[in-house]
């Protein structure tokens, strides 16, 4: 485990953080510190606004660039106690200060004083970082409508601010929204024994479960009762159902507006302009690459499957969504002599964070110390970053379920680094299970790839967060280059020398064999086409659902009838997973982002020398000309930069059809 650090890092100022301010615990106090954020803001502006004289970027940028990074601070941490909070009082509070900075983003992006003075700087001898980023910003205040009549402006102000207003309150349903269901023993059968023994019947002998993610997945994957499976299948799919239902109709209703008065035909097209896709067409095209790439595997896949399963089944006419996991897990057992179940032991928590820590460390070549420094809940672990003897960065892990926290896996911004002035700090948000002195809190092999999945963004973040300006800085890059570092990182799991350095057995301490990684890994490539297919499907959706008049949408149909076309298991009636569907509120139209950004980290990868993949210069390369550039260059340079071309499908297609190398195994079905 990482060591103390004795020399921690400082916070920049007394209030750099909101808990610090005693945020987390008062409402009070959370709304009096976000007060002063804005306060700074738009004090910011005002000198701004105030140079005389000709304007450079020195003299306006820096001023401007101070006054958004007081925006995104209160933005931020208030986004943050948003969900996780303990308090539902500071949660609710921390929900109207995220909507009253929303308000001031939404006003500044309209602000044509501040536009003009923008325009009005020279920029020509201006660093290349500088003058994308003023590019960028002017772009963004175009695409907001800065140079529309006042009128316009008004009336966009007000539907950016129901359009916030209707997306936090979807989000904080879905958060709220966990639900239980009730068992039988009998109904657990399947479940691990560690899963079983933090499951106990009450005095009539029913057994409570969560819809969080410990509770559920396990439950999706290993029960061999198909009626629980399906129980819990219909409670987490409609956690925030019907209440979301009508906020999302509001929403999208109010985006198309907002992309009507722009000049836009859809929401999805003014959402796409400024990314590397470019337009909602790409993005089909995009995906109608997917789809031939994907249903030749995924038609196999499921004969496969569905051949195993009558074979134990006569009776069986078709499998439907409620059984798509448990079958897999049956399959994998069955062709590749691989039980996912028989690797847990192997990663409890506090090995996987410390092997995660371990892996990146190496990799990126800088030191994790533990932090003497506070954070918003006892639960939360806090770590500096230590390169070269000196502090570059700072991280906060809060990665356990609780009452009324975020029920999703993320990562989230903490304070904006900026080189010489301030540094990166950012934080993971997740629902792993805990352990205790009783209990180890085994993962799942996959949970452990998305711990590596949230350790890129986290990377990202602190290394991208040493640029010469808050709008560059961290994750300040097109919405569709974000997950490039995430599914970049995650590839490493697939590694059997960086596995076996921390998946060790929490009882014997026996490293898990090499035998036993290589058929985790036959196995994990199985299903690799459905993954592609339910990104299709998750993908189509987003985009459908903002790419048409949502006057004439109904969402029930839709969802339906787009799933229907894209995936082989049958449908479960009561499915109303839009109404939890987050990624909905933040991505938008964009969740294509996933699947494009695979392409794109797959090819990333394949530079990676695979007998050294910590040890090749691929990792010092792709630092520098990746991670450290955080937004100072479009995503497209960064592509090129570290592969000397642009991304090619190739990668992403050797991955896709690893599933079938393995054909002697698949014979038999």
Not at 136 to 147: F, I
Not at 480 to 503: C, G, H, N, T, W
Request: aromatic content about 10%.
């Amino acid at each position: 485990m990482p060591a103390e650090n004795p020399a921690s890092l400082a916070p920049a100022a007394e209030e750099l953080h909101a808990w610090d301010a005693g945020g987390a615990t008062s409402a009070e106090a959370l709304e009096a510190w976000v007060a002063a954020r804005l306060a700074a803001h738009e004090a910011g502006l005002a000198a701004l606004l105030a140079v005389e004289g000709p304007r450079t970027p020195e003299n306006s940028l820096r001023l401007y660039d101070a006054a958004i990074n007081q925006l995104n601070l209160a933005g931020a941490q208030a986004g943050v106690l948003n969900s996780v909070a303990a308090d539902k009082a500071v949660r609710d509070q921390a929900q109207q200060e995220a909507q009253r900075v929303a308000m001031a983003a939404s006003a500044l992006s309209l602000n044509r004083q501040v536009y003009d003075a923008l325009v009005a700087m020279d920029v020509s001898g201006a660093s290349p970082a500088t003058q994308h980023f003023v590019q960028r910003t002017l772009l963004s205040y175009r695409l907001a409508g800065v140079n529309k009549d006042q009128a316009t402006r008004d009336h966009l102000q007000s539907l950016h601010e129901k359009a916030t207003h209707l997306s936090l309150d979807f989000s904080r349903n879905i958060q709220e929204g966990g639900k239980t269901i009730e068992a039988t023993a009998a109904e657990l059968d399947g479940l691990p024994a560690d899963y079983l023994a933090r499951h106990q019947p009450n005095t009539e002998g029913r057994i409570t479960i969560s819809t969080d993610q410990p509770d559920m997945q396990p439950v999706m994957t290993f029960a061999t009762s198909g009626v629980l499976r399906e129980r819990m299948f219909l409670a987490y799919n409609t956690r925030a159902y019907p209440a979301n239902k009508q906020i999302l109709m509001d929403l999208l209703a109010t985006r198309q507006e907002i992309a009507t008065v722009l000049g836009f035909r859809s929401w999805a097209d003014l959402a796409t302009a400024d990314q590397m896709m470019g337009s909602g067409a790409n993005v089909r095209t995009f995906l109608a690459k997917l789809d031939d790439a994907s249903l030749e595997g995924a038609r196999r896949e499921h004969e496969l499957i569905l051949s195993f399963a009558r074979a134990g089944q006569p009776e069986l006419a078709a499998i439907d969504i409620t059984s798509r996991a448990y079958w897999y897990e049956q399959f994998r057992r069955s062709a590749f002599d691989f039980d996912s179940q028989s690797v847990r032991p192997y990663f409890p928590y506090a090995q996987v964070e410390a092997g995660v820590l371990q892996t990146a460390a190496r990799l990126f070549k800088i030191e994790f110390l533990r932090s003497t420094a506070t954070g918003w809940h006892a639960d939360v672990s806090v770590f500096d970053v230590i390169e070269d003897g000196k502090a570059v960065g700072r991280f906060y892990l809060d990665m356990h379920p609780r009452e009324g926290k975020d029920k999703w896996f993320s990562a989230a911004p903490i304070v904006t680094g900026v080189r010489d002035r301030s540094l990166p700090e950012a934080a993971l948000i997740c629902n792993f299970p805990k352990g205790d002195e009783n209990d180890p809190g085994l993962l799942q092999y996959n949970d452990v790839v998305t711990y590596f999945h949230e350790f890129g963004h986290l990377m990202h973040a602190i290394l991208g967060g040493q640029t010469e300006w808050a709008g560059l800085s961290g994750f300040a890059t097109e919405g569709d280059f974000i997950e490039v570092p995430s599914q970049m990182l995650e590839e490493f799991f697939r590694d059997e020398k960086l596995l076996q350095a921390f998946a060790k057995h929490f009882q014997t301490g026996e490293i898990l064999p090499v035998e036993t990684i290589r058929k985790m890994k036959l196995a994990g490539a199985f299903g690799r086409a459905d993954w592609v297919r339910s990104q299709l499907y998750y993908t189509t959706l987003s985009l459908d659902l903002h790419d048409q008049d949502p006057a004439a949408l109904d969402l029930d149909d839709t969802t339906k009838r787009l799933y229907e076309s894209l995936q082989p298991w049958t449908w479960f009636e009561g499915n109303r997973m839009y109404a939890s569907f987050g990624h909905l509120t933040g991505y938008s139209s964009n969740y294509y982002t996933y699947a494009f950004d695979k392409v794109i980290a797959l090819d990333f990868f394949g530079q990676f020398d695979p007998a050294d993949l910590l040890g090749c210069d691929a990792g010092s390369r792709y630092r520098k000309t990746v991670l450290e550039q955080g937004g100072s260059k479009p995503g497209r340079q960064m592509v090129r930069d570290f592969l000397g071309r642009d991304e090619e499908f190739q990668a992403f297609s050797s991955w896709l059809n690893e599933e079938f190398e393995s054909e002697a195994a698949l014979a038999r079905f």
